[in-house]
């Protein structure tokens, strides 16, 4: 078999722990199979490198932060080809670049646009063990890119498309896709499967168990993806086609998302195509808008609250000064201590009362929802940051997902 390995920060978190993955790739490889490697940085190292950043800026050049971000993962998959070498096996490091990731040019959450996989099929060919430095690639003009953070999930999930792998295990520091993290619940249950769909949304409502974007990717691409533990030979959870799934509950999970922002815009000028700019502003500077809530207008003006990612909000609030400048938008707010919470499954679809039972959940616990949004397949509150954790654990009680 064709297989590619991707082990998260915490699996090759400290030296002792890169030979425990060394020791487990090279089981694999003596199995028969070939096998690419794509590497986190060590866990922690990303972060202290941002920090390093913000010594010296609170808005650093994005493609400096791509050049800087980019060398942690260099680290793991040099030390992780050294150790495999050591142990008789041929191996070779790649970065982003050499293994043919090409992406655009938006710094620090690029787009893959293509692999070119030569470079890594010749060294298949020879035999060779590929460690990929995960979460790069290099932009149609030359330049180191970093593919968002978490984004090694989704350097993996690419190349076992590119190369065409029968199978992506996705190695980190819980046994498999739980009912909710694990971490918030101990009562979580492990999910033997789950559906493509469930765990984009699951994904990229705040499980970062895995990145949003590499599920999107493995949905498309068809690529069997296993989520399990480096640390034992437990069997992890397949994430699959909703066909083959045989037992669809209700609900699947619960997921909670603490790094948003809500955004409220006061006296917006009610007029068409007002919405149409500040949007399409917003969306050109990179920023992700999650829910939007309009209400009504009164003498000519209205009021617009939303919420994006807290790390989109110095982008949003330069695009929300330019048009309080104008005198478009009269009033602005920021509030950062907000969370979302979510809960998930295909189930909804042909069912009622899921939503109802999640609003009950909060009514008991006295938590004031401030804005909802649903989908065919998930509920979503904003609700206040500090009762986050109470929240998904009511959920899990609400829906019974122990049993
Ligand atoms: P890695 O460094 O290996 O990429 P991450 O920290 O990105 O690992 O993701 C693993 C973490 O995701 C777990 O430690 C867990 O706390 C969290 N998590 C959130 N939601 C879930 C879930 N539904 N199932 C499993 N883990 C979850
Ligand atoms: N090291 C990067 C991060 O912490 C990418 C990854 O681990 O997937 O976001
Ligand atoms: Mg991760």
């Given at each position: ?200 949304e699951l994904?990229s409502l705040g ?48 997921a909670?998302d ?84 979510s ?61």
């Amino acid at each position: 078999m064709l297989i590619v390995q991707k082990f998260g920060g915490t699996s090759v978190g400290d030296l002792e722990r890169i030979q425990n993955v060394a020791s487990r790739v090279s089981e694999t490889k003596k199995a028969g199979n070939d096998v690419v490697v794509v590497v986190s940085a060590m866990s922690g190292e990303t972060n202290k490198l941002v920090a390093y950043a913000e010594h010296f800026s609170s808005n650093p050049a994005r493609a400096e932060m791509d050049m800087l971000l980019s060398s942690g993962e260099r680290v793991t998959a040099s030390l992780l080809a050294i150790a495999l070498n050591e142990m008789g096996h041929e191996a070779i490091s790649m970065t982003g670049r050499k293994a043919g990731i090409v992406t655009d040019s938006l710094h620090t959450k690029a787009r893959i646009e293509e692999i070119n996989p030569t470079a890594m099929n010749e060294a298949l060919k020879e035999g060779k063990i590929i460690v990929v430095a995960g979460f790069q690639g290099v932009s149609t003009n030359g330049n180191v890119t970093t593919l968002g953070r978490g984004g090694s999930d989704l350097s993996a999930v690419a190349i076992a498309g590119a190369i065409k792998a029968d199978l992506c295990e996705i190695y980190t520091d819980v046994s498999g896709i739980f009912t909710t993290d694990p971490r918030i619940e101990p009562k979580a249950r492990k999910l033997t499967q789950i559906s493509y769909d469930e765990m984009l949304e699951l994904a990229s409502l705040g499980a970062k168990v895995l990145q949003n974007r590499s599920v999107e990717l493995a949905k498309k691409l068809n690529v069997n993806l296993v989520t399990r533990t480096s640390f034992s030979n437990e069997e992890g959870t397949l994430i699959t086609k909703e066909e083959n799934i045989m037992e669809k509950p209700l609900v699947s999970g619960i997921a909670l998302d603490k790094g948003q922002a809500r955004i409220s815009l006061m006296g917006v000028a009610d007029r068409p195509g007002i919405a149409s700019e500040i949007f399409n502003k917003l969306a050109k500077s990179g920023v992700n808008i999650d829910m939007i809530v309009q209400n009504k207008a009164h003498n000519g003006e209205t009021n617009i609250d939303f919420t994006i990612p807290s790390g989109d909000l110095n982008d949003a609030k330069l695009v929300v000064h330019s048009f309080v400048k104008d005198g478009d938008i009269k009033d602005e707010s920021y509030n950062e201590t907000i969370c979302k919470v979510s809960v998930v499954g295909v189930g909804m679809k042909s069912h009622t009362g899921v939503a109802a039972k999640a609003f009950s959940a909060m009514a008991k616990e006295n938590i004031n929802i401030n804005m909802i949004s649903t989908s065919e397949i998930k509920v979503s509150m904003v609700i206040d940051e500090k009762y986050g954790e109470l929240a998904v654990r009511s959920l899990h009680d609400a829906y019974e997902l122990e049993k």
